[in-house]
């Protein structure tokens, strides 16, 4: 018999090539085993039925015998495959066959699917398995990257038959993933060649993968000082929940609580960029969960104008050669430094080095070194820095003019001593010649000025000691009427010293009020004030005889406290002042508000016009200037530290702090007075003429504010901090503009753009000329200006 193939389902006819006898038996069988139903009975003539019966699988199938012998099944199942036996039984025990054929019944296979081993990653491998099943005979599987055929990469198919006779066929792709791969189809294809059929499906990827910051970020990010810095860390990955974690050095920035950065979409921005920043690393972590974070980090270069210093002042004298260098520190590096004369266009050097020879009095003047650089966004940056310089010459011959005039009892001889002009100012000495007695010096010290006057009260010395001589000084450049008692303060007896009652006490000392008897040649008993040492330590010695060494160096002016004499030839030591009687100034600001918000300070409420406030200022700042001429820096001025006399005349006072010379450096520690101290002081510990000048600016606003304490409702590191980034203190809305700017410019945050005493006392004379007020105390809101620090680290 021919093989014969079917689908699933159709009809199955097996021809049985015995053609059998008439009433002969026909017997099928399948794979060696008989086919139920298969027997059939036929008659013969006059031949009794023969039993008939299906079997088997195929006990309740449709199948029968079609024409003499051949066998038909109705809709063949896979099971059907196989090798199909027919026989005949004639009459008796005549057999005729088998006979065989072959019969294939094709089954489609199932629609494929596809599974994954688990979540695309680029972190580990992916199995891709294809599976197809219900068919028959076993399909090919073939893997597809998008078009591309990657069969031949994929592992090698596998067959299961099934009991129904079917064949589940699989085959797995394994490959690690790229992030390319993502949103690519893999696809695959089942073919039944013998069936003419293919079947494909298909899966699109989403791979997972590390978070990547791309492109790179800049090895350094420029930016200018004060400016604004963004530091960006683009970054990829899938998934793109990023977390970014931000550090300055090895510092996390915490940029919620941090006002100086802020960080979104992948940028930190870092605001108000300081000097203090430039080289610092900035990195950024990123991560996703995915694998490790990626790091970039960028180094921030901050970029300023010059830096410039020069010395303040330079003497030199005539004839001789001049050569002042001038510093300038930048980034980036100086274009070009020159020296010019205050105020002239003329180039005198175009370099760091100021050289003149031969120099002559004419060449005096200011000289003012610029440096310059280019900055980043193509600007220009500019530094400047003055020096001053002092060209030394002597006087001519002096010539002595002499005035007598009598006096009740006394003669008073007046002896006026001239000379040109001389830098610095000559000095006179004055000497005597007694009948029959070797010249000798009259010993009370030496003028300062232009011209010196002698007067001499009698003849012979006073009851103290001293010659009763005065040499009074003409008028000086500075408006102002300066005086210097010629007798120098020295020590005096303890003996002629009556304590009285203590007035207080300080960090170091005591302050105590007293009596004197005949003390800097004044006659009978003088009211002062004695400053003693508190405990004999290192630190209260050196805080007294610094104090002491300043207070020689003095003099005597109208504005300052008048230092008398001082007692160290035994333990305790004493230093005798002027004693004030009015108190503090800062004081006598408090207890004149309407509202006795201060009324457990010294002394009662008493009413102060705005002229009276702006006469304080305008004594303070001549008694400055006078400080300030003689190089005396006082390092602690403030309203608490200026005395006002009964006819509210103010006078500086408390020279604890100060010190001698242009500049100085702190290097001890002590409780400071923060509220009144220029960045300089507060930041790097220096201290110049400048730097009272500020404090002076502090004193003026206390001065209006009624004795407010500066920054208000500020604590003292939010001060420092305010200071560090440029505040100032508002204009109070009771102070006229020409006043709150003079404040303004005495808080210049560069020293050199700060006025000189002299100048600041010329602008309160402007303002004394006048009959304006200045301060609007009828405007005075004095709950805004109530503050009162007592914090024990902070000087008030």
Known sequence: MAPQGVLVGQQAIINCTINPDQGAAVTWTKDGHVVPDASTTVHRHGAGPINNGRYNEYRDRDIDIVGRASLRIQNTSLSDNGEFYCTVTVSGPLVVGPDSAVLTVFGRTGPPTISLSGTPSTEYPLTLTCTTAGGYPAATIGWYRGDENRTGEAED???????????????????????????????????????????????????TYPAQITPTPPVTTTVIVGQTANFSCPAEGNPNNFTYIWKEGN?????????????????????????????????????????RADTASTTLDVQHAPDVSAPENVTVKENDDLTVQCVAAANPAVSSVEWKKQDSPTVVSNNATLSISNIQKGNASTYVCTAQNTLHDNSTGTGTASTVVIVQYAPSKPHLTISASPVLDTTIVTLTCNSTSAV??????????????????????????????????????????????????????????????????????????????????????????????????????????????????????????????????????????????????????????????????????????????????????????????????WDVAKGMTFLSSKKILHRDLATRNVLVAEDKTCKVSDFGFSREGDEYERTTKTRLPIRWMAPESLFHRKYTIKTDVWAFGVLLWEIVTLGATPYPGMSKREVMDGVQQGYKMDKPKHCDDKLYSLMMNCWDADPAGRPEFPKIQQSLDSLMETENDYIDLASLDENTYTSLHTASDEKY
């Open 251 to 291: 510092r996390t920035i915490n940029s919620a609580h941090e006002d100086q950065f802020s960080q979104s979409d992948g940028v930190l921005t870092i605001s108000n960029v300081q000097r203090n920043q430039h080289d610092v690393v900035y990195t950024c972590d990123v991560s996703n969960n995915i694998g």
């Open 424 to 617: 610095p100012d000559p000095s006179y000495t004055w000497k005597f010649t007694a009948q029959g007695q070797a010249e000798r010096d009259v010993n009370f010290g030496t003028t300062t000025n232009n011209g010196g006057t002698l007067t001499i009260h009698n003849h012979g010395k006073s009851d103290d000691g001293y010659q009763s001589l005065r040499i009074a000084h003409k008028r000086t450049s500075s408006a102002d009427m300066a005086y210097e008692d010629v007798k120098t303060p020295s020590e005096f007896p303890r003996d002629r010293l009556e304590i009285k009652n203590q007035l207080g006490e300080g960090e170091f000392g005591e302050v105590y009020k007293a009596e004197a008897w005949k003390i800097a040649g004044l006659p009978g008993m003088t009211t002062l004030v004695v400053k003693t040492v508190k405990g004999i330590t290192k630190d209260a010695s050196g805080a007294f005889f610094k104090e002491l060494a300043v207070l020689k160096l003095i003099g005597t002016h109208p504005n300052v406290v008048s230092f008398l004499g001082y007692c160290t030839n035994t333990e305790p030591f004493y230093l005798l002042l002027e004693y004030v009687s009015g108190g503090s100034l800062q004081s006598n600001l408090r207890t004149s508000r309407t509202q006795q918000t201060y009324g457990n300070l010294h002394g009662g409420s008493k009413s102060l016009s705005s002229r009276d406030l702006t006469k304080f200022a």
């Open 157 to 207: 198919q596998t067959d299961v038959e099934e009991t129904d006779g079917s064949v589940t066929s699989s085959r797995q792709y394994t490959f690690t993933p790229t992030k390319n791969d993502t949103g690519v189809s893999y696809k695959c294809v089942v073919s039944q060649s013998v069936l003419q059929m293919d079947l494909e499906v298909e899966t699109t990827l989403n791979v």
